[in-house]
């Protein structure tokens, strides 16, 4: 099984800053790696897709990069509904797809 | 609209069943794969079942193997989810959700809560 490691567990960043999310593999995934927002009592949304093409309808701000083992997500700079938890899920060797423990986006 | 809801969540007791559905709408349901994901409360996301779209193959995690069975009625654009047999490790918020062209999901439902407590 790929296990996914997201760090930090949580950021704290000020709205209209940079936030910068990371996301590491147990072994080599290519490109096959997506990210998704949850906010509370919601769905999650996906937002990227091999590893770094945004998702119909999200913002540029939204960008991922990365491949192989190691895979970052940057928000370059926050608004107020970016506030949330983000999820990475890998989906190049499985049974079983994979998912991150996430990381908690708050405000400063 | 293009739209998936889950219904059919509630209280049940160890080692009892429940039946989840799923309700698509707004595309063409039997083109897609469509999974099982839940999340078990403050924990994350955690791959359960997923389905063709022709019906003709499906696959379980091992956690659920042989207690859950997956099924759907393209005819009826609805998904389904036999839970038998089930633990209090299965209390969790079960999504339905579709596959993009990947193994990504690119459509949500917004979940149905299954609590399994005596």
């Known amino acids: 099984e790929v296990v996914m490691t997201q760090s930090p567990a949580t950021l704290s960043v000020s709205p209209g800053e940079r936030a910068t999310l990371s996301c590491r593999a147990s072994q080599s995934v290519s490109i096959n790696l997506a990210w998704y927002q949850q906010k509370p009592g919601q769905a999650p949304r996906l937002l990227i897709y091999g590893a770094s093409a945004r998702a119909s309808g999200i913002p540029a701000r939204f960008s991922g990069s990365g491949s192989g083992t190691e895979f970052t997500l940057s928000i370059s700079s926050l608004q107020s509904e970016d506030f949330a938890v983000y999820y990475c899920q890998q989906y190049h060797n499985w049974p079983p797809l994979t998912f991150g423990g996430g990381t908690k986006v708050e405000i400063k | 609209q293009e739209q998936l809801v889950e219904s059919g969540g509630g209280l049940v007791r160890p080692g009892g069943s429940l039946r989840l559905s799923c309700a698509a709408s707004?595309?063409?349901?039997?083109?897609?794969?469509i999974i099982w994901i839940r999340q078990a409360p403050g924990t994350g996301l955690e791959w359960v079942s997923h389905i063709s779209g022709r019906n003709d193959y499906t696959n379980y995690a091992d956690s659920v193997r042989g207690r859950f069975t997956i099924s759907r009625d393209n005819a009826k654009n609805s998904l389904y989810l036999q839970m038998n047999s089930l633990r209090a490790e299965d209390t969790a918020v079960y999504y339905c959700a579709r596959r993009g062209v990947n193994w990504y999901f690119d459509l949500w439902g917004r979940g149905t809560l299954v609590t399994v407590s005596s």
């Open positions: 707004g595309f063409t349901f039997s083109d897609y794969y």
